[in-house]
């Protein structure tokens, strides 16, 4: 089992930036990926980046690119998700993701409880 806990959420002004974290526990959590997805109201929950616990490759969604970083820090066993240049449309729930990547798409097995992100126009 893998146990997620998201934080850093909250309300911003547009043009603003925030920084999410995911704490990842477990036996296992370093054997998966991890990832950022989004839910805004009314609308399927979306990729927005992952990442390996190497650091190595990140992959973003076309939406977030150049405004969005995703890094780790794996003595902490902690994800980030730097945003900034924040927009009205990036309200969302964000959820912290572990699981697998084939090629670039990733395949969520645990979620965390999610955080939610506003950005006032």
């Known amino acids: 089992q893998v146990q997620l806990v998201e934080s850093g959420g909250g309300l911003v002004q547009a043009g603003g930036s925030l920084r999410l974290s995911c704490a990842a526990s477990?036996?296992?959590?370093?054997?998966?990926?991890m990832g950022w997805f989004r839910q805004a109201p009314g609308k399927e929950r979306e990729f927005v980046a992952h990442?390996?616990?190497?650091?190595?490759?990140?992959y973003y969604a076309d939406s977030v690119k150049g405004r969005f970083t995703i890094s780790s820090d794996n003595a902490k066993n902690t994800v980030y998700l730097q945003m900034n240049s924040l927009k009205p449309e990036d309200t969302a729930v964000y959820y912290c993701?572990?699981?697998?990547?084939?090629?670039?798409?990733?395949?969520?097995?645990?979620w965390g409880q999610g955080t939610q992100v506003t950005v006032s126009s």
């Open positions: 477990g036996r296992t959590a370093s054997s998966y990926a």
């Open positions: 990442i390996r616990w190497s650091g190595s490759n990140t």
């Open positions: 993701a572990a699981g697998k990547i084939i090629i670039k798409t990733m395949t969520p097995t645990y």
